[in-house]
């Protein structure tokens, strides 16, 4: 594995981020990191290792006790149509059907319902809960919310896609499923993507870029590029030579700060 | 969690609305059942001479009617309702505005929340003797007591409801850039809707309670005076006939809420 990846402009850069709760709860630290434009970087650590906090400080959510967040050679000082958070926990509004649920943003940018009603649709159907429109969150499964919380992400459009653990509450089919529809929808979309994950595999079959943070608090312990071909038959990823290494180098690395 | 029952009573339209029909019905039936077992043994006990003082429930009915014939219930309510309603609709708009006010505004908490929390934990009927020395025996008596009795539950539960939203909502509305408006009205009222209409019921029957002490204590007009003087000649079953209707009152004004509530936010239908 090359280490620096070639790997093209960098949209988005951590510097020397610290989180540190409550005054003495440290959370993370010196996380300094370089995302490139219209990649998937993934980020894997332990639980309670300060991953979902690292995606929050990112988001402009949580505010760094130390370092800052630099997108477009900018840094940031909040929230920003820039960036799109998929939550760990759905983040759906209970009393709110499917629908509205994913026009949330697109409400708050003050777009006319009509067309907020199709724009939202139109991600509904490509997370395939056509449907479920008019269901309420206490009627979907927890797939089910995990999409919907997807697809208002995917409805404002930003170039930067984070997601914390976005699929963790659904079966392995359809994790499958929604990973083959991620690759394909960023073949179509140029979109930067950042996600957490707790799954190596996942981590290796999708992203070009694995973080690997250490144990609480959370510090960069590796960054491995998986050099994967992704052009062809998403089927065949899986089969390519180096995977399974790959998977492996990373458990080695990861194995000490899980007890 | 109820999802898994919710979910099940979810299969095809037609099936809810007669399912949901029938649960009305047999609701129904259960509440005029449980009522009729009520009176039987109001009536039981009644008849069982256990002091005069406790006239049975057909008495009680008898004399119901023939006072509204007889109007006496027409010159009472007369004189209590305006200062009722009054009091109803500062207790309610008030509570609920300030009880939001402060949910919003965490500069404002410390300030007024201790009073409130004295205002709730009080024995607040105790002070309303001494609103006759600030209000004389008027209408204003009537109406500060309703308020106090019923004012401090509706604002502090509406606080309660606006500081349970959950952060993680706020956090979401704070991602996709909601304006604090849009915020408040699309994330923070709808989630405390369900706390500031049990404050509203709160306060409403406070606010019944306020009228009956205010005319019993204060000054001895409309609803609170019939009752008085119909124990002091010992007519209880006319007494008796009083409580029951300003009882019947306060319920329906609760169930009009519901209905309110019911109206203003349908989707809580579908839990
Ligand atoms: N609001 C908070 N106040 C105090 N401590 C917090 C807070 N949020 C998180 N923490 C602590 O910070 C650490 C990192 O939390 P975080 O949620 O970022 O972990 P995570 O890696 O996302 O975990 P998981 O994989 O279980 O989702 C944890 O030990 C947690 O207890
Ligand atoms: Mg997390």
Known sequence: MKKVGGLSDIILKTEGVGVTYQESIVALKNVSLNVPTAKLTAILGPSG?????????????????????????????GPGPDRALVFQDFALLPWATVLQNVAFGLRARGVPKK?????????????GLLGFEDKYPHQLSGGMRQRTGLARALTINSDILLMDEPFSAVDEQMRRKLQEDLLKLLKIESKTVIFVTHSIEEAVYLADQ?????????????????????????????????????????????????? | MSDSQNLASIPENSEINSSKVGTKVSLFLWRLFSFFLAFSIWELAGRADISIAFPPFSEVAVAFVSMIYSGEFTVAYADSLPPLLTGLCITIIGGVFIGISIGLARSAEWFVMPLLIIFQTAPVSALIPMLTYIYGISDTAKVVAIVILGMPLVALNSYKGIQATNPSLLE????????????ILFVILPSAQKMIFAGLRLGVSGAFIGIVLAELLITPTGIGDLITYNRFIA?????????????????????????????????????
């Open chain 2, 172 to 183: 979401m509305s704070k991602s996709f850039l909601a304006s604090r408006v849009d915020t």
């Open chain 2, 235 to 271: 007519r209880y079953d006319k007494m008796f006939a009083t409580i029951v209707s300003i009882l019947a009152i306060a319920g329906l004004t609760l169930s009009l809420m519901s209905i309110f509530e019911d109206w203003l936010f349908p989707s809580e239908k579908h839990k």
């Open chain 1, 210 to 259: 694995v973080v690997i943070l250490s144990g609480r608090p959370g510090s960069i312990a590796d960054i491995v590029y998986p050099e994967i071909d992704r052009l062809g038959e998403v089927d065949l990823i899986r089969r390519q030579p180096g995977y399974i290494e790959l998977v492996d180098e990373i458990w080695s690395s990861l194995k000490r700060y899980v007890e």
């Open chain 1, 49 to 77: 290792c300060g991953k979902t906090t690292l995606l929050k400080v990112i988001a402009g959510l949580i505010e760094p006790t130390k370092g800052k967040v630099i997108v477009g050679g900018k840094e940031i000082i």
């Open chain 1, 115 to 127: 067309e907020r009603e199709e724009t939202s649709l139109h991600y509904i159907r490509q997370v």
